[in-house]
T-cell receptor
């Protein structure tokens, strides 16, 4: 079962903030976040391994609530370079190698 | 910085033909993956490979698909008899660690067009 993401799309002005959510119907052991720019391959942003853990990458941070089986990606003071599609990903089984992505959230940052 | 290399970048083939997509993972990585992405859609897991064998595969990865690591550096995806619906961007990825900790490094993809 793939994770669910919301919203499907976000349009921002440069400098605005956004939150992208990822949730799963099954227990999560980790959550990965990747960004894909148009016509390019997905690029790793961060992994979250523990419940409630937060990590940061530039002005992008994320949290992981293991109990709620949810993760959120926070984009602060967005830049034009943040535009792209953001995917969360989880493994299908614990320590399995079936790593599945959510449907993606398309983020457009306008000047 | 080390990167995953995929060839060719574009492949056009006739329906029913066999295609082989090639990937050179990052040299010290042990876990290898194939994903595909139909235009504008999600990135779909196909198969993972570790220790010279398939570790997981999805429902998409049927008998028409196979993977191989023929020489210790290349990692190939073969589609035996292509169908129109196989048209997609195929991404290879590698990781130095398995799930849940290993981050995936993706190649730039092979755009497969089946006519």
């Amino acid at each position: 079962q793939q994770p669910v993401q919301s919203p499907q799309a976000v349009i921002l002005r440069e400098g605005e903030d956004a939150v992208i959510n990822c949730s799963s119907s099954k227990a999560l052991y980790s959550v990965h976040w990747y960004r894909q720019k148009h016509g390019e391959a997905p690029v790793f942003l961060m992994i979250l391994l523990k419940g409630g853990e937060q990590k940061g990458h530039e002005k992008i941070s994320a949290s992981f609530n293991e109990k709620k089986q949810q993760s959120s990606l926070y984009l602060t003071a967005s830049q034009l370079s943040y535009s792209g599609t953001y995917f969360c990903g989880t493994e299908k089984v614990n320590y399995g190698q079936n790593f599945v992505f959510g449907p993606g959230t398309r983020l457009s940052v306008l000047p | 910085e080390p990167e995953v290399t995929q060839t060719p970048s574009h492949q056009v083939t006739q329906m029913g033909q066999e295609v082989i997509l090639r990937c050179v993972p990052i040299s010290n990585h042990l876990y290898f993956y194939w994903y595909r992405q139909i235009l504008g859609q999600k990135v779909e897991f196909l198969v993972s490979f570790y220790n010279n064998e398939i570790s997981e595969k999805s429902e998409i990865f049927d008998d028409q698909f196979s993977v191989e690591r023929p020489d210790g550096s290349n990692f190939t995806l073969k589609i035996r008899s292509t169908k129109l619906e196989d048209s997609a961007m195929y991404f290879c990825a590698s990781s130095d660690g398995g799930a849940p900790e290993g981050k995936l490094f993706f190649g730039s993809g092979t755009q497969l067009s089946v006519l």
